[in-house]
């Protein structure tokens, strides 16, 4: 039981980064480069997961279609709520009735990100270990922190986004 409860506890860790992720690079007004980012970090999640897992090649087309798959409901997912994060907004602003509805709501998402995580583990596990699935959600976790460290450190110093294929981001500069 134990193994269940810690295993949940990091996929909601999971599920609050991937939105964070997704909050985070909306208000930030890089929406005109979303798709190339999400298509960026995509790949990268699948080499090093396939890396890590050492994935046989047998099941890797499968695997490629089914991860796409999981992302995309899972980006829709966190992008059909734009709410700020209760913990880091500022409550005097707002009504009580309106803290309200944005925690009823942060948490219906939750929910939903839960459901499909639940989907898709077991649709993971017709081929995949619960070790190697495991791996691949702490994967999609540390990609996940690397793109919001390099957004903020962009951000920071104001550099312009380009495209690399050896790394995930870079700068004309």
Request: glycine share 2%; aromatic share 10%; proline share 2%.
């Amino acid at each position: 039981m134990n193994i269940m409860k810690s295993f949940l506890m990091k996929m909601l860790l999971i599920i609050v980064v991937v939105s964070c992720f997704s909050q985070i690079y909306a208000q930030q007004g890089q929406g005109r480069n979303f798709p190339r980012v999400r298509v960026l970090l995509l790949k990268n999640q699948l080499d090093e997961v396939k890396r890590r897992i050492n994935l046989e090649e047998k099941n890797s087309e499968r695997f490629d279609k089914l991860y796409e798959s999981y992302i995309n409901e899972i980006s829709l997912a966190n992008s059909e709520t734009r709410l700020p994060a209760l913990n880091d907004m500022d409550l005097d602003k707002y009504s009580d009735k309106q803290i309200e509805a944005i925690f009823m709501k942060q948490s219906e998402r939750a929910r939903k990100l839960l459901s499909i995580r639940d989907k898709y583990y077991f649709l993971f596990r017709s081929f995949l270990s619960p070790k190697e699935i495991i791996i691949m959600y702490r994967v999609e976790k540390e990609v996940v922190n690397s793109a919001l460290q390099e957004i903020h450190r962009r951000e920071k110093n104001k550099e312009e986004w380009t495209f690399s294929s050896k790394f995930c981001f870079c700068s004309n500069n």
